[in-house]
């Protein structure tokens, strides 16, 4: 420990902490810019510099450590100079357009400006503009770039894909994809990391919210939503709402006041692709077991990840064959709707119009793969909005969603059990898969929580479990750096499992690149949190006892991976 003064304040704090710890540490917020704790410390910005006794010049608290004896100023005449010279500097070279931005109101260049009262800019305007791809989901504004380098390092640390880097020089140094390639030519997960760590309007979704309030508008259209299990972890987070509040069911209500015909639960298909899915395993151990020339090779990997998908599929070709055949429960999801269900329903194939609610943005890419099309070549899912767009759409909307009531989903593909909610954290799918494994192979249940092991955040786990006598290897992986490790290490042959589930966001969705942003902080725990409690309290906790799922299998698929389950619900990866 070490004793510093910090704004008159004297305390203890460990030898390796940084001044802007330290200050945190007893309440002094010190401002920052492209500072991330872990993945950008560089100082780049300087707008975190403070004063030090005895320096010669102003130091940036966020990448230097404190001293014993260290006496520092945080908010110094000198110090808020400097600030707001470095401040106007980037303005100066920032498309400052806030009422025509998507950030606005959740910008971090905004709150530092306004808070050190810049309202006048001394230095001339140079704004450089890039070309981008406007129908890729994923969108770069270079104009509002601070250069702050937080998505290089994210997409290179967390991801390991390395899509962005810094080019030019001095004051036209600006980042974009690397070798200046178009994004759609390099191996971008669209995972959406890059948006959810930027301070600023740099990076954002296509938004995709007019084609939904155009359909909601036609009388010919019948609107389905689909609401992903991490949506419910998060919702309510910019609306100003508490967890309590922010239920699916009140979302559901908003929904249909919106003009939604029909709001259903995505929990529902992530059942039953526990059931597809769980099949498969069970079939492909059976045959790897077997032995023989054609055998399969293991480990299956699960494929409800589309940014996973479009990354193994770009950087681990030879993988392919092993990720699971199953679509994810969002293609499941407007597959059923859009067959089985519009009949039940009493609507032609061709009015109904899905839209799911995610927290993520390539399941943009994943609505839109030419493979996941109904038979007339209409899109299974027609729409796939974030989390932030489905806020944006009821801010637009005009309501005051604490006014609204909760209101149970609509049936029958408005129910999901426990196991299909903790889809939505890393593991969860695993543990899910698991549960059923077991049903289907012993003839009972397992205790609910008898795979509680899967649990956990390290970025790559494994475990090992008794199925009726054969040891079943399991491992998880979440980021994809993570996820880069574990598929090397199985090509070594260092490690050895059945069944691998892997999620491209920190967290699995819940930390999704489509989830309400709040800089600098994580939530994929709290949001975990919330998709434990409502496993834990769900009355069915066992994807094989969703009783609307049963009667899907009973009055129109058959069974798992039966003739028509194989064409609607699965998918060879090919596009
Ligand atoms: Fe997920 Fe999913 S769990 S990928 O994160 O499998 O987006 O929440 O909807 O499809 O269910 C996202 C979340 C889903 C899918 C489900 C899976
Ligand atoms: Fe999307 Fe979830 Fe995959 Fe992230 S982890 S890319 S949010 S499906």
């Known amino acids: 420990m070490v004793t510093i003064t910090i704004d008159g304040n004297v305390c203890e704090v460990p030898a390796n902490m940084t001044i802007l710890e330290a200050a945190a540490s007893v309440g002094i917020k010190i401002p920052t810019l492209c500072y991330l704790k872990d993945l950008n ?12 006794e005895g320096a010669e010049h102003l130091v940036a608290a966020c990448n230097n450590t404190v001293l014993d004896g260290m006496v520092v100023h945080t908010n110094t005449p000198k110090v808020r100079a400097a600030r707001m010279t470095n401040v106007e500097l980037l303005l100066s070279q920032h498309d400052s357009s806030c009422t025509s931005c998507v950030r606005s109101g959740n910008c971090t260049l905004q709150t530092v400006a306004n808070d050190l009262g810049i309202y006048r800019l001394p230095y001339k305007k140079h704004v450089e503009h890039n070309s981008w791809d406007r129908t890729f989901p994923l969108i770069r504004d270079n104009e509002k770039c601070i250069r702050c380098l937080r998505c290089i390092q994210v997409c290179e640390k967390v991801q390991g894909l390395g899509v962005w880097d810094l080019t030019n020089r001095a004051s036209h140094a600006s980042v974009d994809v690397r070798g200046r390639k178009p994004i759609t030519e390099v191996d971008c997960a669209a995972c959406g990391q890059c948006i959810t760590h930027c301070p600023v309007g740099a990076l954002r979704e296509r938004d995709d919210t007019e084609r939904v309030f155009d359909a909601m508008a036609d009388p010919n259209k019948v ?58 395993l069970l079939h492909r151990i059976a045959e790897h077991d077997a032995g023989g020339e054609d055998a399969p090779a293991l480990p299956l990997m699960t494929s409800c990840c589309p940014g996973w998908v479009r990354y193994v599929k770009a950087r681990y070709p030879q993988f392919v064959p092993q990720v699971s055949t199953s679509k994810s429960p969002q293609q499941m999801f407007g597959a059923m709707a859009k067959t089985h269900y519009a009949d039940v329903l009493g609507v032609e194939a061709k009015d109904a119009f899905c839209v799911s609610v995610m927290p993520c943005v390539a399941k943009k890419t994943e609505a839109a793969l030419p493979t996941m099309v109904g038979e007339s070549g209409d899109p299974d899912v027609d729409v796939a909005l974030t989390v932030r767009e489905v806020v944006r759409m009821i801010r637009a909307s005009h309501m005051d969603p604490a006014s609204y009531e909760d209101r149970e989903l609509d049936r029958p593909l408005g129910f999901g059990t426990g196991a299909g909610v903790i889809f939505g954290t890393t593991g969860g799918v695993m543990e899910a898969a698991l549960r059923s494994a077991y049903f289907l192979v012993v003839g009972e249940n397992p205790a609910p929580d008898a795979f509680k092991e899967v649990r956990g955040c390290d970025g790559w ?55 309400p942003i709040h800089d600098g902080v994580e939530l994929a725990d709290e949001r975990t949190a919330v998709l434990r409690a409502l496993d834990h309290d769900a009355q069915i906790r066992f994807s094989h006892e969703n009783p609307d799922v049963a009667a899907c299998y ?15 619900l699965h998918t060879d990866h090919t596009a």
Request: glycine fraction near 12%; include cysteine; proline fraction near 2%.
């Open 41 to 52: 410390e560089v100082g780049g910005c300087r707008v975190c510099v403070v004063e030090v």
């Open 223 to 280: 609107v389905m939503f689909q609401i992903a299990p991490a949506v419910r972890t998060s919702w309510g987070e910019e609306l100003g709402l508490s967890r309590e509040e922010a239920t699916v069911e009140r979302l559901c209500s908003l929904l249909h006041a919106m003009g939604a015909s029909y709001v259903f639960d995505t929990d529902f298909s992530a059942d039953l692709t526990i059931m597809e899915e769980g099949s498969e």
């Open 461 to 515: 786990r494994e475990a090992v479990f008794d199925l009726n006598g054969r040891e079943l290897r399991v491992a998880i992986a979440h980021g994809l750096a993570n996820a880069g490790k574990l598929l090397d290490a199985l090509e070594r042959g260092a490690v050895h499992y059945d069944f691998v589930e892997v999620m491209a966001c920190p967290g699995g969705c819940v930390g999704g690149g489509g989830q």
């Open 554 to 568: 009973r009055d129109f698929l058959g069974e798992p991976l039966s003739e028509l389950s194989e064409k609607l």
